[in-house]
């Protein structure tokens, strides 16, 4: 890792080299004026502050080791003894660097620097960073993990430095932002809210019910759904992820700069057809809800590409009942997800998936019910917001790219109340959601260092 600080601290010294941002990496002209500007106006610790990525590393690997699995994957799903031990050790690291803890109503852990608050006007709405340590089942050691950890990393260079900033700094963990219960629920509670009611309705993917998990987990149902953020209680937003795609790596690209969120919707495809024998009932008089899975299986991957060229469609949950192996599938459940970039494309992709489905029930002579939630919008990310963090990336000498993300993030809730950003780093193979997700330490600390460079940014503005 002493590589990849010298090598930051190389990079320090190109400050001065303005000649070199126009040219080198494919991002929009229009930039070059806006880069130089935040580097001539910022450079009160943008880029003397550096983050320890050693101790980064040291975090990562630690908090990989809550929730394993004995296969190697990672099993935090929100609220669970697993996710609660590791919501515990983030809250124990944060103290014993001397940060203050807070833990709002839904479970978001929100972190600040009394040294540096007390050197910042912190009458002004603070800059927020963070992410979440819930994983999906059987995920990997970096998704989430990698922008929490991070922005706790430069909150600590913040108060370890005793910056002074224009503006407080608050690093934070996002409840529940797999879905376990709800998707990304800590963020929409905060921006949106929930009710009491919904809470109480929500179920976990084992059954169980949110209230008593939530509450065996210390949490107050009726706190949780009072958690909303008041009117301008965030100044602007920056989370880093890693990109959970190809692109990035495929292209030798260091630094992702997010464009915008895909607009995403989906949810149950319900065929009914009638449980028979498995070896009296000949194949013409069958209503087999099977055969008609495997037929919305194969029918509805192809509908994304004739809809657009990043747009994408996966049934990822499929049961069949009564499950008998020599019963005839009475009732076939599938789930479906589908994500587009674009806003007028959304609704096309959703007709085009329905039609299909009533096409295919109507051939095998299947009833059918589908229960769709509604679709979520392409969410852009900040103009400016963007712009500073491609100033910190030209000041680094890095390359960079942009990239639209084809996930679901918080950072799409929290842009509905304050501008916001994301930073993406490669992903290896671009796997991620599986044991084999990981991300080459030099990326984890090139993300980190921008970061907190464009924290600082922001902070300064």
């Known amino acids: 890792m002493e590589s990849t600080r010298h090598r930051f601290m190389w990079r320090c010294q190109r400050i001065n080299d303005f000649s070199a941002l126009d040219d080198r990496d494919p991002i929009p002209q229009r930039r070059s004026w806006w880069c130089r500007n935040i580097l001539l106006t910022s450079t009160r ?10 101790r980064l590393t040291e975090d990562l690997v630690r908090l990989g080791e809550i929730g ?35 833990v709002d109503g839904i479970g978001n852990i929100i972190v600040g620097s009394p040294i540096a608050d007390a050197l910042t006007d912190t009458d002004r709405p603070p800059v927020w960073s963070g992410s979440h340590i819930d994983t999906v089942p059987n995920g990997g050691a970096f998704d989430g993990a990698l922008g929490t950890l991070a922005a706790l990393e430069c909150l600590r260079r913040i108060h370890e430095e005793k910056l002074v900033l224009d503006r407080p700094v608050r690093c934070v963990v996002y409840a529940d932002e797999e879905g376990n219960y709800a998707h990304l ?8 809210g929930v009710t009491r009611s919904e809470l109480e309705s929500l179920t976990g993917r084992d059954g169980d019910r949110f209230v008593d998990t939530f509450t065996a987990a210390g949490g107050d149902v009726e706190r949780a759904a009072d958690s909303v953020l008041p009117e301008g209680a965030i100044d602007s937003s920056v989370e880093l992820h890693i990109e959970q795609g190809p692109v990035l790596e495929a292209q030798g690209i260091d630094i992702g700069l997010v464009t915008g969120i895909v607009g995403l919707g989906g949810g149950t495809i319900t065929l009914r057809g009638q449980a ?21 299986l194969l029918a509805l991957p192809g509908i994304a590409p004739m809809v657009s060229d990043r747009a994408v469609v996966t049934c990822g949950i499929v049961r069949l009942l009564p499950g008998g192996s020599n019963v005839v599938p009475e009732t076939a459940h599938i789930s479906v997800d589908f994500r587009e970039p674009t806003a007028e494309l959304v609704g096309v992709l959703e007709s085009a998936i329905i039609a299909e489905v009533e096409s295919i029930a109507a051939e095998h002579g299947l009833d059918l019910e589908m229960e769709f939630e509604p679709t979520v919008p392409p969410v852009p990310m900040d103009e400016e917001v ?3 963090i491609c100033a910190a990336v030209e000041a680094r000498g890095l390359t960079q790219m942009s990239i639209p993300s084809g996930a679901g993030h918080d950072s799409q809730n929290i842009s509905t109340v304050a501008p916001t950003g994301m930073i993406f780093v490669p992903s290896i193979g ?25 924290i600082i940014g922001l902070a300064n503005r």
């Open 185 to 192: 629920l800590g963020s929409r509670a905060i921006t949106g």
């Open 45 to 54: 610790g943008l880029l003397m502050t550096l983050i320890d990525s050693r």
């Open 276 to 296: 028979d024998h498995a070896g009296t009932t000949p194949m013409s008089t069958r209503k087999d809800a099977g055969v008609g899975a495997g037929a919305v």
């Open 386 to 388: 963007r712009d500073i």
């Open 68 to 102: 394993r699995r004995v296969a190697g994957g990672l099993d935090r799903s929100s609220f669970s003894p697993a996710d609660t031990a590791a919501r515990q050790w983030y809250i124990d690291r944060c103290t014993r660097s001397g940060l203050d803890v807070q």
């Open 430 to 454: 671009g796997r991620s959601h599986c044991p084999e997700e990981e991300t080459r330490w030099d990326d984890v600390g090139n993300g980190a260092q921008i970061l907190l460079d464009t």
